[in-house]
């Protein structure tokens, strides 16, 4: 166990406003699409409007013939590639059977905007008139849309697999069987948690220019250190010889957590021409062809003791993954599988895992990553459990939360939890809410025919990504470890270049990152310049994702400019004829501990590792610069409380978000400002899948929810302001003690709805509705609760409009199952 | 048209969009392009003084017009426009990719509204045309407010 | 995200634009605001070869208030119909179109013209009993409102006629309702309904609802509007006159309702805007 070492705060800490915005609100930012590179040419992607079909023949001639057409190029032609797009994850003694996924469909396409040609010409507007003059004849085969009946393998995605099952996976503790068939008690449910979009506003965009051997690409990615690997993998050309940037990214959300088609395209388009080639995505194609999320089918099972001591919970997720693999697709569930027990003590648990492929796009991370799918079940099912118990499900979270003093908490599945004060972080989200004045609107209100309600959820989730033995090859299976790097340079005149691995796209990194360099160099944020996202300046780095950045890549900056500073010291020590031991970071200068007047700038030490070589220790290495890479010793495990409040309309059906507090614990704040921005973001995002956003496919395979129009994103109508509150208890996995809090609101927010609007219907017979809660779903739970449910039902995948498919109102069952009584 | 006060003349093919205009003739990227059904107005900008979606409207329409995009807000000298300050003092953008548009809705919508504070809920309704996947709209809506208030002061 | 190429004229005048539709054939259109338009051109599932733009017809733009009617020209944009709150009805039906953005350039002639069944504006048209004046090259003609929704985005307008004029009959002594369900504030009416009301010592004189989205038209609720004339106007009357909203409606289900769900809104929204309507707030 570390220990969490006093640092000299003067920045860390502070709401500092960001250092990234005077560029971004003036418009003086630049996004890959803002790059132009001399001579460049466009790319549009020729794509399927079959979910399933054999390539019959492709006739390009009338593409070829506009002109500034340069070029055509199909699946057939790509076949120098040296391998297809990448799948990272293979965990020891699982058997995962994944197709290969090509850049250019070879031969059949699975999924509608399977990529089947491209085309190359000199300006944005003839690609696009000559992508729609690519004929393209197709045998529709068989498509198969909806994951359960994918299942039954009648239909195959990939006829060459034999199966859609690409693979199961079993991990648990202790013996949930044994301990379902002792219970008073057993709830259980079929949950479905269904497919969602990333949806940043900025579309992906790539620009590759192959020179003179050597390949450089802008990319709108969120991981260009692995990009740069993959390239080398893929096009054989030597690592040194490739730089990836990722400039300025407008929002990921985990859908530029991807080794892309295009990426790829884009590369090998122009070193066959020998010209730069941009291809920038346009909403459509990203509604299509960016990686979904979510999207699995859940049947739990939860048991306990009459007391409401929770013995059992059991899980068979049913992963839908697409027609494909993404880089980390039949990772994702396990990734939520891990903190399968959340905040609470159940002694026995079992998850159950099976990869099913279907005629639709690939799924993979999406903010949370399988957190939110867990945290889902877990929360929504705790509930049901309180109402089958009679229990309040306060009361019976209170019951069964780990107890502060339990941590370091090793749960069923072998994890140890860093830290945690669960109650305090509801009784605090309690204190906020005011229960009482509460029932007491909800019951005025009732008779205005607004049904107010009030759900909760209690998170902690897994983030810190990840102790790089535990997640690598030989640990969990991932084709890399997730350490993270930093490299801090101190110029001659004392400002500072910090380099980091990780990528942001919004998070505040170079303000972040330069408040805690600042600090234990004795200098001001404002002279701490924070470079991302270029392979071609710093070292190897993961990227951004999983919460990662700041207890990562934020705690290597932290080690490296300790280390520096000791350097610092040293050299102070030498110059004031002092014993180092008593040199601090005092005032923003290295002084003396007992006499502070007594001391140098960072700019006068930089002066001497620089220009004067005789005010340096004998010995000493010139310079003053730091590379470091850290790899933590645990994950860390933020935690937290989330209240929701909501008012659905009795008569149409339809849900508002009236109040939602937050409070969370995600370590000791580095600004507090980014804390609260993150969770506002966060939790905005699961109230889009709670109430508004799903990625629909008709029974066809064809993509109904194509464009904003019909993906519904909350505005600023549908969301709330909100109410947040901290508190912080620090990790034990790193000096800084800080957890993640990027996926937080996102992973808490989805049962804390799906809670309030059963809790505002359960008096007219609703047990459960699941997401997304459109006024039509609510308004069928009611009319089914009052007896009235004959009409046809709210959509689940691959059902035919309008009729789309069977609802799940209030359709749960309840009744204990083996119970002792 | 005038775009940011500088006369612009130019022989365009009718397709072209104003965004496009902006951007690639120009070279005027701040506007930016989020989606193509004029939903998520990230290519917000003024059009004779009034929030327009730019990737909606050729760019022959806009001939003759007055065009403000967001290079256009920041005074002469470099001083941010209320608006652009507000934002930056909240934390009103994360990724700054939806942040031009949003400002220039917020502009429409603050001289709409005319002087004094203006309530939440007219701010949530005056940027309904422009999403934002970062923020979750909070401090956006504390931006707008806010440089509403400092807009007030200055006498009209 | 890029339309195909097409021409393009801006039209001097009415009589321009006729003679550049007549020229430009079965492939040329009229650009008004664009904002139906230049999505699905975007989207390539619209592809005209000619635009005719109507953006220098000043004389299409402006309200007139005559004595018992009123008239709006088919270039006069939502945003100036929305802050003109003495429209009442029309004002407040405009200004829950989509964005503030759209309202800055859509346009009452060209969202009539475009006959969608989800807009806000063709249902108030139909309500207040209105009527569209067209030009073509064969002289002038009046359209009355319940003969110029024929189907799904298709009305009795000709092709090579223009839209220039919207008349309306003056409602003054009517309340109005207006209620717009939809998911989202940006997004089409699922289902949309506007009343007006007129009532004389409690008792109601008459009454018109405008439906949006329950069918392939915008429709008039008849048999609510007869259930409520010449009876009282207290909640019991509204409540029985609303649950017979949905009576003539044939709603198509899509991504977001069932047709029992949208019957099923129709009669509530119905049931709310008359309440409103009954309470007085005064159009004209």
Redo the contacts between chains.
């Keep these: 166990m570390t220990t969490i070492q006093e640092q000299p705060t003067k920045h860390v800490g502070q709401s500092l406003r960001r250092k990234e915005d005077p560029r971004l609100v003036t418009g003086r930012a630049k996004y890959v699409d803002d790059i132009v590179v001399h001579g460049m040419l466009h790319m549009a992607v020729v794509r399927s409007p079959e979910a399933h079909a054999r390539i019959v023949s492709i006739d390009a001639s009338g593409a070829l013939a506009l002109p500034g057409i340069k070029a055509v190029y199909t699946g057939e032609d790509l076949s120098d590639l040296l391998a297809p797009l990448p799948m990272a994850w293979a965990p020891p003694g699982v058997e995962v059977k994944g197709p290969d996924r090509w850049p250019l469909a070879r031969g059949e396409v699975c999924h509608v905007g399977d990529a089947v040609a491209m085309v190359v010409g000199d300006d944005k507007h003839v690609v696009a008139d000559a992508a729609q003059c690519v004929v393209v004849e197709y045998e529709p085969l068989p498509v198969v849309v909806d994951v359960e009946e994918a299942l039954k393998d009648e239909i195959l995605v990939h006829e060459s697999l034999g199966t859609n099952t690409t693979h199961h996976w079993t991990m648990g503790g202790g013996d949930v069987d044994a301990a379902i068939a002792e219970a008073d008690v057993v709830v259980e449910r079929r949950i479905v948690n269904h497919r969602t979009a990333g949806a940043p506003i900025e579309p992906r965009g790539v620009i590759a220019e192959y020179r003179a051997g050597s390949l450089t690409v802008w990319s709108s990615t969120q991981v260009p250190h692995l990009l740069r690997l993959f390239y080398a993998v893929q096009m054989g050309i030597s690592e040194d010889r490739v730089r990836v940037v990722a400039p300025e990214v407008g929002g990921g959300f985990g859908g530029k957590l991807q080794i892309t088609a295009e990426e790829t395209l884009c590369a090998w388009a122009s070193k066959r021409l020998d010209r730069p080639v941009k291809w920038i995505e346009t909403r459509s194609e990203n509604m299509a062809v960016s990686h979904h999320g979510r999207d699995q089918v859940d049947y739990v099972r939860m048991a306990a003791k009459a007391d409401g001591t929770i013995t059992a919970f059991h899980a068979n997720i049913i992963q839908d993954v697409g027609a494909y693999f993404g880089l980390l697709t039949p990772m994702i569930p396990e990734l939520g599988a891990l903190v399968m027990t959340g905040c609470y003590k159940i002694p026995n648990v079992r998850t159950d895992i099976t990869g099913v492929l279907t005629n639709k796009y690939i799924t993979d991370a999406i903010r949370g990553a399988g957190r939110p799918e867990m945290t889902h079940m877990l929360e929504v099912t705790i509930d049901q459990l309180a109402s089958e118990l009679g229990m309040d499900p306060i009361e019976l979270r209170h019951k069964n939360f780990i107890a502060p003093g339990d941590f370091p908490y090793e749960t069923p599945y072998g994890i140890t939890y860093d830290s945690g004060n669960y109650a305090t972080t509801l009784d605090r989200a309690l204190e906020m809410l005011d229960m009482d004045a509460l029932r007491a609107e909800q019951a005025s209100l009732r008779e205005q025919g607004i049904l107010r309600g009030v759900g909760f959820s209690t998170y902690t989730e897994i983030c810190g990504l990840a102790p790089s033995r535990a997640v690598g090859p030989k640990g969990f299976g991932l084709g890399i470890g997730l350490y993270e790097s930093a490299l801090v340079r101190v110029h001659p005149t004392g400002s500072v270049t910090v380099f980091t691995g990780a990528s942001p796209h919004g998070q505040g990194h170079e303000t972040g990152f330069a408040q805690i360099v600042a600090d234990r160099l004795g200098t001001d944020p404002s002279v701490v310049e924070v470079i991302h996202g270029d392979t071609a300046t710093g070292p190897m780095g993961l990227g951004t994702y999983g919460s990662r950045s700041l207890s990562i890549g934020g705690v290597a900056a932290a080690h490296a400019a300790e280390k520096l500073a000791e350097k610092c010291k040293a050299i102070v020590a030498f110059n004031l004829e002092a014993s180092v031991d008593d040199i601090e970071v005092i005032a923003g200068k290295f002084a003396l501990a007992g006499d502070p007047d007594q001391g140098m700038t960072l700019a006068e030490v930089a002066g001497c590792a620089y220009i004067d070589a005789s005010a340096m220790p004998e010995g000493m290495e010139l310079g003053l610069e730091q590379t470091l890479i850290y790899d933590p010793s645990n994950f860390v495990f933020p935690f937290g409380a989330h209240v929701c409040v909501v008012d659905i309309d009795a008569a149409t059906g339809k849900v508002d978000v009236v109040r939602w507090i937050a409070v969370d614990d995600c370590g000791p704040a580095i600004n507090p400002m980014l804390i609260d921005g993150q969770v506002h973001g966060g939790v905005a995002h699961g109230i889009g899948q709670a109430l508004y956003e799903q990625v629909v496919y008709d029974d066809r395979g064809q993509l109904v929810t194509g464009t904003f129009m019909d993906y519904a994103l909350p505005t600023a109508g549908e969301i709330p302001s909100f109410e947040t509150d901290r508190t912080e208890t620090p990790s034990p996995s790193n000096s800084l003690g800080v957890k993640g809090i990027g996926e937080a609101g996102t992973i808490a927010a989805t049962p804390a709805i799906v809670n309030a609007v059963v809790d505002a219907l359960r008096h007219e017979g609703v047990s459960y509705v699941d997401m997304p809660l459109t006024p039509l779903r609510v308004w069928q739970a009611l009319e089914e609760a009052r007896g009235r449910g004959d009409g046809p039902r709210a959509s689940e995948q691959g059902v035919a409009l309008p009729d789309q498919g069977e609802g799940s109102a209030g359709s749960g069952p309840t009744t204990p199952e083996g119970g002792a009584a | 048209m005038n775009v940011n006060g500088q006369p612009v003349e130019s022989v365009v ?5 104003l965004v496009h205009y902006l ?1 690639d003739v120009l070279g ?15 290519c ?1 900008c003024l ?1 004779d003084g ?4 730019s ?4 760019a ?2 806009a ?1 003759g017009a007055d065009v403000t ?3 256009g ?2 005074s002469a000298d470099g001083e ?1 426009h209320p608006l ?1 300050q507000g ?3 909240e ?1 009103g ?8 548009g949003m ?1 220039m ?1 917020a502009a ?2 603050v001289e ?1 509204h005319g002087p004094g504070p203006i309530s ?1 809920e007219d ?19 504390k931006a707008i407010r806010a440089a509403a208030d400092k807009m007030s002061e200055v006498p009209a | 995200m890029i339309a195909a190429d097409f021409d393009y004229a801006v039209a001097d005048s009415v009589d321009d634009a006729i003679r550049l539709l007549g020229e430009g054939g079965a492939g040329a259109k009229l650009l008004a605001g664009g904002h139906s338009l230049l999505p699905l051109m975007k989207l390539r599932f619209a592809s005209p070869s000619l635009l005719v733009d109507l953006r220098s017809l000043d004389e299409l733009r402006g309200v007139q208030v005559g004595g018992d009617s009123f008239r709006i020209g088919a270039m006069t944009r939502h945003a100036d119909l929305q802050s003109d709150s003495g429209l009442g009805l029309i004002s407040e039906a405009a200004s829950h179109i989509a964005d503030q953005q759209v309202r800055n350039r859509g346009t009452i002639g060209g969202s009539l013209a475009n006959g969608d069944a989800a807009a806000d504006l063709p249902a108030v048209l139909l309500a207040y009993g209105g009527s569209v004046t067209v030009r073509g090259a064969g002289g002038e003609r009046v359209i009355e409102a319940q003969d110029l929704f024929q189907g799904y985005l298709t009305t009795a307008i000709e092709p090579g006629e223009v839209l220039t004029e919207v008349r309306l009959p003056s409602m003054a002594g009517y309340g109005f309702g207006y209620e717009k369900f939809n998911r989202r504030t940006e997004d089409w009416a699922m289902v949309g309904v506007c009343a007006l009301v007129k009532a004389t010592d409690g008792v109601c004189e008459d009454v018109r609802i405008g439906l949006t989205h329950m069918a392939s038209t915008p429709l008039r609720a008849s048999a609510a509007e007869d259930a409520l004339r010449g009876q009282p106007l207290d909640a019991a009357h509204i409540a029985a006159a609303a649950e017979l909203a949905a009576d003539g409606t044939d709603p198509l289900g899509d991504l977001n309702a069932t047709p029992d769900y949208k019957r099923h809104l129709a009669r509530v929204l119905t049931g709310r805007a008359l309440t409103t309507a009954a309470d007085g707030r005064a159009s004209r």
């Design positions: 093919a009718p397709r072209l969009l951007r005027l990227t701040g506007t930016h392009v989020g989606c193509d059904t004029s939903n998520c107005g990230a917000t059009v009034e929030s327009v979606k990737c909606t409207l050729l022959v329409q001939d995009t967001i290079e807000m920041a941010l652009q934002f930056w003092d934390h953008l994360q990724c700054g990719y939806c942040t031009p400002i809705a429409d919508l709409r939440e701010v949530r309704r005056g940027i309904e045309g422009n999403l934002c996947r970062c923020t979750g709209y909070h401090n956006i809506v």
